[in-house]
């Protein structure tokens, strides 16, 4: 060190000192700790939300549990066939029915049989019907007989000192078989402690007389309070009766009472009576299908007046096929038709105004299923779910969902099986109460399997493309995640809930972000800066308003507002630029000297023609309402008045008012200026002239598009439909008004912040070389803010994407995909509120509600992904600034 | 050029300022002699008088008073909030001439600058009293159309400003803003003004380059080139070519050289010899005031004030 003379009298230490060095470098690690732990933060949230979703769509798991011999199934050909079996829903008691009328109830774990039960039917059974989802099955007979059968389980439960030495020795999930006085069956201990001891119970009722001679087919469903039952006797006289409930207050009994039937014969085909009868859980369909495929359909809503046939449908494509299996799904609307060569396909009944059938529905194949490449033998549906399982001669047991198509697991017969010298076909199948098991009978072995369907009902296919839906008229993505009753499938398509999010971030956007970007560039650009610091503020106050607030007043004072005032909306959307255009011209006649005297209230005058276009507005309401819809604009939306000419011309006001706009600015105003030179026009002639030319412009461009909506209506196109449509109270307008309101404030401070970022020597250079405030911001300041510009305008559309209080009280909630201003929507975000707290935790909805969260956040991260990637484009350009 | 030459062919307006040739003329005290009893005044005295606030007569040589003023300044007083910058500005600019404005830093040259084509509006605390004219047209009335102003006067200010925008762009700015399309126009005047401004040369290839990859002096002569562009009545220059070196400074004097006559050019520069080579008349200010205004070679040779000397020669400021 020199000894060197300060200059400023005071001599600089040029260590750094401790402090300094220290706080450098704590403030860098908690800047980077910070910085991390944000992603991390980030990254937790988006790694939870997959963890919830992605068990959705792990596969279906079926695992062979224990196969056992159960030599008594077929002890004796003779002894009858088996005709039906069930099982309890805890797995433990099984129960199989042969057609001698013998209920044989087994223990599942080791297909021990328990007890055997003669149901003393007097008759050899033919055929049984069950309902599925219901414990009930109708029994036909040799003897022309159908008997009401109860197959149910009853469950007792037993305090320890109640049961036996040996029993109280049993552990946990341990089962065994036990005898009371008065009852056989099985005793599982709980995890509470309690003996669950449950028996079987078969309750016949009495017989109903179809024919005296055998049944051959049997059909039963249970619309509502009613039984209907459809039979088939050997010589094809097919009978369908409607039975009513009849309580018996006395006894506490109900017995069925026919309240309508039908008989018709139905001849042979090929020599050969039909092989399948199925009556749909409705009640209203009666389907009578042969082995070749050939089905015939009869409406029998109306008993009384007959049986007819309303449609004939070949369910084969190959006529050499032959039908193995046909039976219902859940719900008894939607039938599984297999081949013998293992193909599956599934048909329900659909409205189709253009069909040709008496009634008016027609029978439609929704889905193919993957073959199972081996005839099928054995079918079950689940009674929970819309799941099937079918068997096939080779042993092999498949899973399907009938919805999706989807296969959802396949079981190979097990070694054991395959290498035993009887290597049978499937010949029972059977899917547990609650889903979480199949059993099937394998010649005289019973198999179970552990069954883990997991969320069938949800693949990529059934989430994000169209699905056709029972009873639906066509593939559509739809979301309706849970029904009134168990037989409504959960339609799990998330593309309206997307759609519903898009179309309300695009109308709020339409009206909120020119609105905030125009405001910015005005006060920036144009308010004197000690305006400036007023309007500000209170701009950004909106922003403190809660969005509940804003939903609120949007769906109870908004949406009836404009439910009334719609005419006088869009009328005033036009009127009121023209009458602020008029009012620019007006402003331009009036003398230099009063017009600069007057700039100070310049703001004041340009507030004036708000009220004026509002006016203009309410003036014009009844005359566009007249003239454009017919009169009644809610009738015209509901395409009951009127003609699409209106609606075109309203559409293509804006643009061909854009499109005279450019040939104006490109062409016609050159050529003024040039005229205006070279014969020295006065302003005020120019005025005059600029005015007159902007009155032409307007006729002509009205003219246009009047002229464009005659062309698409004479093609034969309506807006309605497409564009508008029926109005609906709560619908995307009145969103996008309340939610752009909501945005302004943001989108707003961003983009005057970015504006007020340009630095000032660049306005200096402009203004200094003549251009005006308006050329200055447009050709210089906006394009030097473009950045900030489009930063604001993403923020803007990532809140308006993630809002969920005004869309959930404003929107309608309705998820349906259309893009008529009119109609409502449901967002991502709404449905995540809407639903959540009715979801089960770890359930197929719940994981779907994570999915739609997820879906929000993917969503949101691409939006401002490109934001940024758009951002830093920009900010290259300008970075030497 | 005749772009540019029909401009300024274009006839001044004989000025209607004979009041302020009266004021100046009668400012003046005329003859030598008082010139040389001002001149023999010590110096410092003046200055402390300026310093303390106190009026000082300001010194015009009479040859000032016998030219014709394309712009007139009258009383003219200028306050950034409190503050006053500028003290009672009599001047004129003679039409057709290179009138430089010397004085040491923070003196007001650029605050009666920007106040000529009424750049200081943009400024919200400024706050002005006085009169001036360009041509006889008053720039402060309020029936003045300031775009109008603005486009009869080209500005280069003292820090370069381009916009962040191509090369070409940048130049044609001016002709932009009035609506010309014709690509052929454009070509030919964004050439000529590069020319003019010596900057063509370098940037001929890469006219379609944004202007902010330039160095700092070639953005200087482009704002030049772009304010030759706008076909100015006046040039407004502040110090254009404090960051260029001897060899664009003398290109760009050249360019004065070669347009004076036509324009009327008013030049703001700390560089002694450039203010004695390109300029006709100079004006000494300090403190906001302007001390002495005259043909730049009597300034330069035989100051009328010992300040003024001491100024030029270097010995103060
Ligand atoms: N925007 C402003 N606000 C407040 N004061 C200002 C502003 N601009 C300039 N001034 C003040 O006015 C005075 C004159 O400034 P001006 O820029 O005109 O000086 P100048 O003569 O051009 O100096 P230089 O030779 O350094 O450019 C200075 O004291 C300066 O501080
Ligand atoms: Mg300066």
């Known amino acids: ?881 | 050029m005749p772009e540019l030459s029909s401009a300024i062919k274009k006839e001044p307006t004989v000025s209607s300022g004979k009041g302020l040739k009266e004021t100046l003329a009668g400012a003046v005290p005329v003859g030598t002699g008082n010139a040389g009893t001002a001149a023999a005044k010590p110096g410092p005295n003046r200055l402390d008088a300026i310093a303390k606030g106190q009026y000082v007569e300001p010194e015009v040589h009479k040859t000032v008073a016998g030219e014709n003023f394309v712009l007139e300044v009258e009383q003219f007083n200028l306050w950034y909030g409190e503050r006053q910058a500028l003290f009672d500005i009599n001047i004129g600019v003679p039409a057709g001439k290179v009138t430089a404005m010397i004085g040491p830093s923070g003196c007001g040259k650029s605050t009666l600058l920007r106040c000529v084509n009424r750049m200081n509006d943009l400024i919200d605390i400024v706050r002005i009293q006085g009169t001036m004219r360009l041509n006889g047209d008053s720039i402060y009335d309020r029936r003045v159309d300031v775009i109008e102003l603005r486009k009869r006067m080209g500005m280069v200010f003292q820090k370069p400003n381009p916009f962040p925008m191509s090369i070409f762009e940048n130049v044609v700015y001016p002709l932009r803003i009035d609506g010309e399309r014709n690509k052929a126009v454009l070509e030919e005047v964004c050439e000529r003004s590069l020319r003019g401004a010596a900057l063509w040369e370098e940037v001929k290839d890469r006219l379609h380059q944004n202007a902010l990859g330039l160095s700092g002096g070639q953005q200087q002569r482009l704002c030049i080139a772009r304010a030759i562009a706008a076909e100015p009545e006046v040039l407004l220059l502040d110090e254009p070519c404090s960051a260029l070196d001897p060899i664009a400074t003398g290109k760009v004097e050249d360019l004065i050289q070669e347009i004076k006559g036509e324009y009327s050019i008013l030049i703001v520069t700390h560089n002694m010899q450039q203010a004695s080579r390109i300029s006709d008349y100079t004006m000494f200010m300090y403190l906001g005031r302007m001390i002495e205004y005259g043909p730049t070679a009597e300034i330069f040779t035989r100051p009328h004030l010992s300040e003024t000397n001491a100024y030029v020669t270097g010995r103060f400021g």
């Not at chain 1, 992605?54 to 549990?65: D, E, I, S, W």
């Not at chain 1, 009994?253 to 039909?274: F, H, M, N, Y």
């Not at chain 1, 929704?366 to 005839?375: E, H, I, K, L």
């Not at chain 1, 994570?850 to 992904?865: D, E, P, R």
């Open chain 1, 1 to 881: 060190m020199t000894d060197q003379k300060p200059f400023t009298g005071r001599t600089r230490q040029r260590r750094t000192r401790w402090g300094v060095a220290t706080g450098e470098i704590a403030s860098r690690t908690l800047i980077t700790v910070g910085g991390i732990g944000t992603i991390v933060a980030v990254s937790t949230v988006f790694v939870f939300l997959l963890w919830v979703v992605v068990p959705l769509f792990l596969p279906a798991q079926m695992t062979p549990a224990r196969e056992v011999p159960a030599a008594w199934i077929a002890a004796d050909e003779t002894d009858g066939a088996v005709l039906e079996f069930g099982v309890d829903e805890f797995q433990t008691t099984g129960w199989v029915l042969n057609s001698r009328g013998v209920v044989t109830s087994f223990e599942v774990e080791t297909g021990r049989s328990l007890a055997e039960q003669d149901l003393e039917l007097d008759s050899l059974l033919t055929s049984v019907a069950s309902v599925p989802g219901y414990a009930v099955h109708y029994l036909a007979g040799e003897d022309g007989n159908v008997r009401e059968a109860d197959f149910g389980f009853a469950t007792d439960f037993l305090l320890p000192e109640d049961v036996t030495e040996e029993a109280r020795a049993l552990t946990e999930d341990q089962v065994m078989l036990y005898e009371t006085d008065d009852d056989i069956g099985m005793l599982q201990k709980t995890t509470q402690g309690q003996y669950r001891f449950q028996t079987l119970n078969v309750d016949v009722g009495d017989a109903m007389e179809f024919f005296t001679t055998p049944v051959r087919l049997l059909t039963a469903s249970m619309p509502g309070n009613e039984l209907i039952l459809g039979a088939m006797s050997n010589d094809g006289e097919l009978i369908v009766r409607r039975h009513a409930k009849r309580e018996n207050i006395l006894t506490g009994t109900s017995s069925w009472e026919e309240i309508d039937a039908a008989t018709v014969t139905i001849e042979k085909r090929d020599g050969a009576l039909p092989k399948n009868l199925l009556a749909t859980g409705a009640g209203d369909q009666l389907f009578v299908i042969w082995e070749d495929g050939f089905l015939r359909r009869f409406n029998i809503r109306r008993l009384e007046a007959g049986l007819h046939v309303a449609e004939e449908v070949d369910l084969l494509p190959n006529a050499n096929a032959r039908l193995s299996h046909v039976d219902f799904i859940l719900g008894q609307n939607t039938f599984i038709a297999a081949d013998q060569n293992g193909d599956l396909r599934s048909w329900f009944n659909i409205r189709d105004a253009q069909a040709a059938t008496s009634d008016k529905t027609t029978l439609v194949s929704a889905q193919t299923f993957p073959p199972t490449g081996s005839p099928v033998t054995a079918f079950a549906a689940s009674s929970r779910s819309r799941i099937f399982a079918v068997g096939s001669h080779d042993g092999r047991i498949t899973l399907y969902q009938a919805t999706t198509g989807s296969q959802l697991a396949t079981q190979s017969p097990s070694a054991e099986s395959s290498a035993s010298e009887n290597k049978a076909p499937i010949s029972h199948l059977l899917l547990t109460p609650k889903d979480d098991g199949v059993i099937s009978i394998v010649g005289d072995r019973i198999a179970r399997f552990v069954l883990d369907p997991r969320h069938p009902e949800a693949t990529w296919t059934s989430i994000f493309r169209p699905l056709w839906y029972e009873s639906y008229p066509e593939r559509e993505h739809v979301w309706q995640s849970s029904g009134a009753n168990q037989d409504l499938e959960p339609k799990l398509g998330l593309m309206p809930l997307i759609f519903g999010s898009l179309k309300a971030t695009l109308y709020s956007m339409l009206i909120g972000a020119p609105l905030a970007l125009l405001a910015a560039i005005y006060t920036s650009e144009f308010l004197t800066p000690s305006l400036r610091v007023k309007v500000k503020p209170t701009i950004e106050l909106m922003a403190s308003l809660p969005s509940v607030v804003l939903g609120f007043l949007a769906a109870l004072v908004f949406a009836p507002f404009v439910e009334t005032m719609i005419s006088t909306i869009i009328a005033g959307a036009f009127s009121l630029p023209l009458c602020m255009l008029l009012g620019a011209f007006a402003w331009q006649l009036i003398p230099d000297q009063w017009s600069i005297a007057l700039a100070r209230w310049r703001l004041l005058f340009i507030a004036l023609s708000i009220p004026c276009g509002i006016l203009v507005a309410a003036l014009m309401a009844p005359l566009v309402e007249k003239v454009v819809f017919a009169g009644d604009m809610h009738r015209w939306l509901d395409g009951q008045i009127g003609t699409g000419i209106g609606g075109w011309f309203l559409l293509f006001l804006p643009l061909c008012f854009a499109g005279m706009g450019l040939v104006t600015s490109r062409y016609i105003n050159p050529w003024m200026r040039e005229r205006s030179h070279r014969h020295l026009w006065s302003g005020k002639r120019f005025i005059m002239i600029d005015g007159v030319k902007f009155i032409v412009i307007a006729a002509l461009g009205l003219l246009t598009s009047f002229a464009l909506a005659l062309v698409f209506h004479a093609v034969g196109w309506d807006p309605r439909g497409i564009f508008f449509g029926t109005y609906v109270q709560r619908n995307a307008l009145v969103v996008g008004f309340v939610m752009g309101f909501a945005i302004i404030p943001i989108i707003y401070t961003i983009a005057d912040d970015a504006l007020a970022a340009v630095p000032e020597h660049l306005r200096s250079a402009s203004l200094g070389a003549g251009a005006t405030q308006w050329q200055t911001a447009v050709r210089i300041v906006v394009p030097a803010a473009t950045s900030g510009l489009f930063s604001a305008l993403m923020i803007g559309l990532g809140r308006a994407v993630g809002e969920t209080m005004i869309v959930l009280m404003a929107g309608g909630n309705t998820p349906i995909m259309d893009w008529n201003v009119f109609n409502g929507f449901r967002t991502l975000s709404a449905n995540i509120a809407v639903e959540l707290p009715e979801a089960v935790r770890n359930s197929t909805h719940y994981r779907m509600l994570f999915l739609a969260a997820l879906s929000l956040f993917v969503l949101t991260f691409i939006v401002n992904t490109i934001a940024e990637v758009v951002r830093i484009r920009f900010r290259r350009r300008i970075v030497e600034l």
